[in-house]
T-cell receptor, first 110, second 111 residues
Framework: KQEVTQIPAALSVPEGENLVLNCSFT??????LQWFRQDPGKGLTSLLL?????REQTSGRLNASLDKSSGRSTLYIAASQPGDSATYLC?????????FGAGTRLTVKP | DGGITQSPKYLFRKEGQNVTLSCEQN?????MYWYRQDPGQGLRLIYY???????QKGDIAEGYSVSREKKESFPLTVTSAQKNPTAFYLC??????????FGPGTRLTVL
């Protein structure tokens, strides 16, 4: 059964800093891995989807990488802004079964 | 506008009462999902459906029921058998094995 872990649980950085969020998963036989953003009391917003055949995806200041052999994905945020403050979740998708990490709560201080 | 809508945004349930949460999508997605989110935890799958008139139990289906009579709609009923229903409920949809898109959520509170 797939297990997804996100470290750290919380992260606080000054504005402008580059940062990396980590996601690890136990079963490498995934279809894809998806990163989401969640603001307090809101639904999830899809940020990036990496197919199992891909190594990375980029959208604006965000870059997500995938290393299936080591069971890891990272979300890189460049030049962080206060508006990036939110909880970031990753989810690993195996055969109609999507498993979520508990998330990393990011605070970017002005 | 294409997207997923959930209603109501807030819902209050009395002990012993069944309540139904609505989820509608106009993205023409075949698959729809219901998740439960508790504070500090990841999302847990309640039910999912890949086609009309068919659905499968997730990890925590006990005390919940669903129907999928139309492609666009996947309502979730929280029955009185669910002993700890207070949580944030999220609905999602996708093409089969594809990127999932989420609705805004319904916060259910037991009075």
């Amino acid at each position: 059964k797939q297990e997804v872990t996100q470290i750290p649980a919380a992260l606080s950085v000054p504005e402008g800093e580059n940062l990396v969020l980590n996601c690890s998963f136990t079963d490498s036989a995934i279809y894809n891995l998806q990163w989401f953003r969640q603001d307090p009391g809101k639904g999830l917003t899809s940020l990036l989807l990496i197919q199992s055949s891909q190594r990375e995806q980029t959208s604006g200041r965000l870059n997500a990488s995938l290393d299936k052999s080591s069971g890891r994905s990272t979300l890189y945020i460049a030049a962080s802004q206060p508006g990036d403050s939110a909880t970031y979740l990753c989810a690993a998708h195996n055969n109609n079964d999507m498993r979520f990490g508990a998330g990393t709560r990011l605070t970017v201080k002005p | 506008d294409g997207g997923i809508t959930q209603s109501p945004k807030y819902l209050f349930r009395k002990e012993g009462q069944n309540v139904t949460l609505s989820c509608e999508q106009n993205l023409n997605h075949d698959a729809m999902y219901w998740y439960r989110q508790d504070p500090g935890q990841g999302l847990r799958l309640i039910y999912y459906s890949q086609i009309v008139n068919d659905f499968q139990k997730g990890d925590i289906a006990e005390g919940y029921s669903v129907s999928r009579e139309k492609k666009e709609s996947f309502p979730l009923t929280v029955t009185s058998a669910q002993k700890n229903p207070t949580a944030f409920y999220l609905c999602a949809s996708s093409i089969l094995s594809g990127e999932q898109f989420f609705g805004p959520g319904t916060r259910l509170t037991v009075l």
